[in-house]
């Protein structure tokens, strides 16, 4: 009988199916890989933004994590949004139990702008997670709020890599550039020092929404699988490329991306 490399999110909810553990459940199936998901917190969101947030009970979160980590391990993690500063410390718990890759989206802002953590929230991921993370994946305006500065050019994007990587003691950082103007550069430091750039073409749309948690979902798929973190960036990388080009234009804001276009390797 065959293997099925398994990856689990621990993330917020979108029942409008862009976002979230639905996108990253999503993603791993794309990707051939069996989904878990444990819910931190149930978002009431669409296309047009944040509507509610209802954070999990940390009892139902902790049994969540117990029933999973009991039975089936993962190989590979990922999490998403972490509300609050128990739910941070909860799932760093678990995950200093385990020794599979582990992806952290800082996710902070939702792509309407609507924020989804606490000030103390981020200041315990940085304290808890960063350290423990194989990689992270901040956007321009996560990777502003973990360097203190703004990044308006890719001078400051290279600094603010090493810098986090230092300072935070994160092996690998991805800073994704879909906020600057021109072609769309991600950029990748790697724990050897080394810095990867993968960069596409800049499709002007609206229908973004997800495209952080689907990116990370991607690489925690390929972590999964055995690939180096160079290999999983460029997989994701490819993977959103395709389905920001391809989104169905769905809902009346920003529509999500098409989780099943990519037909790569």
Not at 18 to 47: C, E, H, P, W
Not at 158 to 172: D, W
Not at 214 to 232: C, F, N, R
Request: proline residues 3%.
């Amino acid at each position: 009988m065959s293997k099925l490399n398994v990856a689990l999110t621990i993330a917020g909810t979108d029942p409008s199916g862009g976002a979230g553990i639905m996108a990253d459940l999503k993603s791993f199936q794309a990707r051939g890989v069996y989904g878990m998901a444990v819910v931190t917190s149930v978002v009431a969101q669409n296309t047009q933004g944040v509507q509610d947030i209802c954070n999990l009970d940390q009892k139902i979160l902790d049994e969540q994590l117990k029933s999973v980590f009991s039975d089936i391990t993962p190989d590979a993690i990922k999490t998403g949004m972490l509300a609050e500063v128990e739910t941070i410390e909860r799932v760093s718990q678990y995950l200093n139990t385990i020794s599979c890759p582990y992806v952290l989206d800082p996710v902070m802002v939702a792509t309407s702008g609507d924020r989804l953590i606490s000030t103390e929230a981020v200041e315990a991921l940085k304290e808890k997670l960063l350290p423990i993370a194989t990689i992270i994946t901040p956007n321009l305006p996560e990777a502003e709020v973990l360097f203190g500065k703004e990044l308006k050019d890719e001078a400051a994007i290279l600094e603010a890599g090493k810098v986090i990587q230092s300072e935070y003691g994160v092996k690998n950082v991805v800073i994704k550039g879909g906020h600057l103007d021109n072609d769309a550069k991600d950029f990748l430091f790697l724990e050897d020092g080394e810095v990867v750039m993968f960069s596409s073409e800049r499709i002007h749309t609206k229908h973004t929404h997800g495209t952080g948690c689907t990116y990370a979902a991607v690489i925690t798929a390929e972590l999964a699988k055995g690939k180096s973190v160079q290999e999983a960036v460029g997989t994701a990388k490819h993977f959103i490329t395709e389905a920001i080009k391809t989104a169905p234009e769905l809902g009346h804001g920003n529509g999500p991306v098409n989780h099943v276009s990519y037909k790569g390797d």
